[in-house]
């Protein structure tokens, strides 16, 4: 099945710079990866996804960039703020089926320092 | 609009008893997912449903038990809970698989076996 290895599993950054966070997958089939913020407490929420037919996208601060050959992807968080602060999970989805199942990174720890 | 909803939000179990967890949505959404997730493993997938009356295995399946009787509901059993099953528990939901990517998460299950 498919594999995610996420790094780093901590992360801090002082208010105002950027913060990277990869992610690499194992199954070349994977076409779908989304990324997650979780805040203590709270359930993961999606922030921004991208397709494997796609090599970048960008949402205000956030950008996500695929390289499928490789395997790997990564978030880009530029001008953080605390409230950037939370963890954050890859994932990766092949298609079984009629079925999504994503296969997620074990998270990173985002510290954004005032 | 609830959105994804989830009972109870916490509960302590012995060693050998048995629990229900319900998971609700009032999208409409076909497809529903449990998984659990425990401190540096991010979020792995128990069971998954891909319409009322279907059910197949996610990555960690053993110890579970799942039904959709309810296009809206998705329930997670435990039949003899075990300290190993200690976790936060989240349900997730989709609408489609096709057009649709992003799941959505219920608000979590602390569940605590002693």
């Not at chain 1, 805040?39 to 695929?66: C, F, H, M, W, Y």
Request: hydrophobic share 30%; proline share 5%.
């Amino acid at each position: 099945g498919e594999n995610v290895e996420q790094h780093p599993s901590t992360l801090s950054v002082q208010e105002g710079d950027s913060a990277v966070i990869k992610c690499t997958y194992s199954d070349s089939a994977s076409n779908y990866f989304p990324w997650y913020k979780q805040e203590l407490g709270k359930r993961p929420q999606l922030i921004i996804d991208i397709r494997s037919n796609v090599g970048e996208k960008k949402d205000q601060r956030i950008a996500v960039t695929l390289n499928k050959t490789a395997k790997h992807f990564s978030l880009h968080i530029t001008e953080t703020q605390p409230e950037d602060s939370a963890v954050y999970f890859c994932a990766a989805s092949v298609p079984t089926g009629s079925a999504r199942q994503l296969t997620f990174g074990s998270g990173t720890q985002l510290t954004v320092l005032p | 609009n609830a959105g994804v909803t989830q009972t109870p939000k916490f509960r302590v179990l012995k060693t050998g008893q048995s629990m229900t967890l319900l998971c609700a949505q009032d999208m409409n959404h076909e497809y529903m997912y449990w998984y659990r997730q425990d401190p540096g493993m991010g979020l792995r997938l128990i069971h998954y449903s891909v319409g009322e009356g279907t059910t197949a295995k996610g990555e960690v399946p053993d110890g579970y038990n799942v039904s959709r009787l309810k296009k809206q509901n998705f329930l997670l059993g435990l039949e003899s809970a075990a300290p190993s099953q200690t976790s936060v528990y989240f349900c997730a939901s989709i609408k489609d698989t096709v057009i649709y990517n992003e799941q959505f998460f219920g608000p979590g299950t602390r569940l605590t076996v002693l």
